[in-house]
């Protein structure tokens, strides 16, 4: 029998995930500035998705998130693509997410740990 059910995978996964699109945003708004930068982006939703699919059709589900150049960024006078303001807001929902994820998987941690004390 195994504790650690398919959510806790996924959460898992989702926390790796959202860590790697923090580098990859992060690293655009460092080479915000950097002439003829091209800012990168992570699909995470569809990256996500292919990883839960897997999963459920029982085929090894391996963590390989693919990411390249924004294509809707547009490039400005000297080469670089980065917009700061879309890039913040980027930010601010990868770690409202990431933090989200990190508290369900608190919480079932949590459970496990009182059943296993008897709930005490």
């Not at 898992?12 to 080479?31: A, F, G, H, K, M």
């Not at 670089?80 to 770690?95: F, T, W």
Request: proline share 2%.
């Amino acid at each position: 029998m195994n504790i650690f059910d398919r959510t806790m995978n996924v959460l898992e996964v989702s926390l790796d995930l959202r860590t790697i699109n923090q580098n990859v945003i992060s690293s655009n708004i460092t080479n915000a500035d950097t002439p003829n930068y091209k800012g990168k982006v992570m699909e995470f939703e569809e990256e996500f998705q292919n990883y839960v699919k897997n999963l459920r059709e029982g085929s090894h589900a391996s963590l390989d998130p693919k990411y390249g150049e924004d294509p809707l960024a547009l490039a400005n006078n000297d080469g670089n693509s980065v917009k700061l303001d879309r890039e913040m807001s980027r930010l601010a929902k990868n770690s409202i997410m990431y933090n989200a994820s990190a508290q369900i998987l608190s919480k079932k941690l949590n459970l496990l740990q009182f059943a296993i004390s008897g709930g005490r």
